[in-house]
Nanobody
Framework: QVQLVESGGGLVQAGGSLRLSCAASGRTDVTYVMGWFRRAPGKEREFVASVDSGGDTPVFGTRALKDRFTISRGKDQNTVFLQMNNLRPEDTAVYYC??????????WGQGTQVTVSS
């Protein structure tokens, strides 16, 4: 099994930046697609972005996210990063790292809180 551990969340002012990291441990001999989701208070979970093991085909949930966020994989392929720029109060959420081998996202981290103040 694989464990995912996120880090890098925190409090930032609007317009600021944060970089989230997610490290996979355990069975890392399998190639995973890794990505990020978020859940804002009172809202459904939202897909943010994902990237395959090669890091060549990032996918974003919306154009607005793509314009401000960057997703990348570490050289060891067991980490994924989410660089978030020009943050807005509406980006406030718990951000979850996720991984999958099949089309179903079945591996999840515990989540890291991101709070953007206006």
């Amino acid at each position: 099994q694989v464990q995912l551990v996120e880090s890098g969340g925190g409090l930032v002012q609007a317009g600021g930046s944060l970089r989230l990291s997610c490290a996979a441990s355990g069975r890392t001999d399998v190639t995973y697609v890794m990505g990020w989701f978020r859940r804002a208070p009172g809202k459904e979970r939202e897909f943010v972005a994902s990237v395959d093991s090669g890091g060549d085909t990032p996918v974003f949930g919306t154009r607005a996210l793509k314009d401000r966020f960057t997703i990348s994989r570490g050289k060891d392929q067991n980490t994924v990063f989410l660089q978030m720029n020009n943050l807005r109060p509406e980006d406030t959420a718990v951000y979850y790292c996720a991984a999958r081998v099949t089309p179903v996202w079945n591996l999840w981290g515990q989540g890291t809180q991101v709070t953007v103040s206006s």
